[in-house]
């Protein structure tokens, strides 16, 4: 639209040339500022006037023009630096000069407002939540993998094996195509060869429909309810919400959910170790190329870090592994990997706190794994000492047969 000084045509060329330049102001600027509604009233405007054939004297052209004016004093405080809205507010003083239309009089009755955006959907197939898509394409609901990583530290892989590993310094966790996640180890003390996670990193890759790059990082003492540019959530895009954090318990407990890749991540703290467990699309987790092959949550610790659990079971210490039975029989009564690797932590590290990662890695596990037949994982390495001859714990392990190559590696440590 122009300004006061181009509305001296014919009646007719002036509503030709209002609809071309306020359609051009329509689409130069709709991207510009998405809290302006100007947009809103010039279509208003334009549907109220489209049968009105000559609009001289006409009283219904009179009645648009003054809803028109009285559209764009209500978005006036959000259209401010808005060239489209000031354009129509000149246009509009000038036609209602021309046509000796009063101020006061009747207006059409306004629109309905429109909806709020659905912020975790974008377009018609809901592309930034994940399982109503997967359902839409495949009429069913997708599968699901989950992976956690806790303690001394243990691992726990989307194919349900569990390793005992020493993995000092960085490793990742994940690296597909939209997510990284690294986590960070160190030496509980001097001495001694237990480590424990100290940092975690998370990077949820940039999605164009639903979300700018986010990072996140905890570590020991540090465990924040944002992301580390202060967000809380996915950005400005339209699929934003569908990733938000939620603190579950203040410095001990981050739950991120990334609704677009049908996703759910859970950050701990016990004592002084992190422990990070997920539960992630099936299609996501396996996203990835020949080039990103290291991720412990796909093949597990590689050969040469993995250890025994069994190796805490030295002469000498059998005091101290019935105290850390005990207590972990307390929060994990069903002797599975999760209470063997309590077990061993405690005893290796004399820390108490290693009981409440293993407790609190089975509370994700029961929560992300849906599959009750492999929530409990069972292998003949326990922590508990043979109570006759060593050649008895062998026998166990022959049973298992495909648990084999994780225990009769060569142990260097503890």
């Known amino acids: 639209m122009g300004i006061p000084g181009q509305f001296k045509k014919p009646r ?3 509503n030709t040339c209002i609809l071309t330049q306020m359609l051009f102001s329509l689409l130069f600027w709709r991207h510009v500022n998405t809290h302006c509604k100007i947009s809103r009233c010039n279509s208003e405007y334009l549907a109220a006037t489209q049968d009105v054939h000559s609009p001289s004297k006409n009283d219904a052209y009179c009645t648009a023009l003054r809803s028109y004016s009285r559209c764009t004093r209500r978005t006036a405080r959000t259209c401010r630096g808005n060239l489209a809205y000031h354009s129509a507010v000149y246009g509009i003083e000038d036609l209602m000069i021309q046509n000796n239309c009063s101020r006061e009089g009747p207006t059409s009755p306004p629109w309905p407002p429109a909806p709020e955006p659905n912020k975790q959907s974008f377009g018609s197939l809901d592309i930034c939540d994940y399982e109503k898509s997967y359902a839409h394409k495949h009429g069913q609901p997708p599968a699901y993998q989950h992976c956690a990583i806790f303690g001394d530290p243990h691992v726990r892989t989307f194919r349900n094996e569990f390793h005992t590993c020493r993995v000092e310094g960085s490793w990742p966790l994940l690296d597909n195509h939209y997510l990284f996640v690294q986590a960070t180890s160190h030496l509980i003390a001097k001495g001694s060869n237990a480590t424990t996670i100290g940092k975690l990193t998370i990077i949820f890759k940039d999605v164009k429909e639903c979300i700018d790059q986010k990072v996140y990082q905890a570590e020991i003492d540090n465990l924040p ?7 809380m959530n996915g950005g400005e895009r339209p699929g934003g919400s569908s990733l938000a954090i939620h603190e579950r318990s203040p410095g001990g407990h981050v739950e991120i959910r990334a609704a677009y890749i049908g996703t759910t991540i859970a950050v701990r703290q016990a004592g002084k170790q992190l422990s990070f467990s997920i539960r992630v699309a099936e299609e996501v987790a396996f996203s990835f190329t020949e080039e990103q092959d290291l991720q412990l949550c796909v093949g597990g610790c590689p050969l040469n870090q993995r250890i025994s659990r069994s190796t805490c079971c030295h002469s000498g210490v059998d ?17 599975d990997v ?3 690797s309590c077990v061993f932590d405690v005893v290796t590290s004399g820390d108490a706190n290693f009981s409440l990662a293993a407790h609190d890695a089975f509370e994700d596990a029961k929560a992300f794994q849906k599959d009750l037949k492999v929530l409990h994982i069972f292998q003949a390495d326990t922590t508990s000492c043979p109570r006759s001859s060593p050649i008895l714990l062998l026998l166990p392990v022959a049973i298992s047969g495909r648990q084999l190559h994780l225990y009769m590696l060569p142990f260097t440590g503890y």
């Open 12 to 14: 007719l060329s002036v």
């Open 225 to 231: 309810a944002a992301f580390v540019d202060g967000s």
């Open 338 to 340: 999760y209470f063997q």
């Open 319 to 335: 005091l101290a592994i019935e105290k850390a039975r005990l207590l972990c029989k307390g929060k994990l009564p069903t002797e």
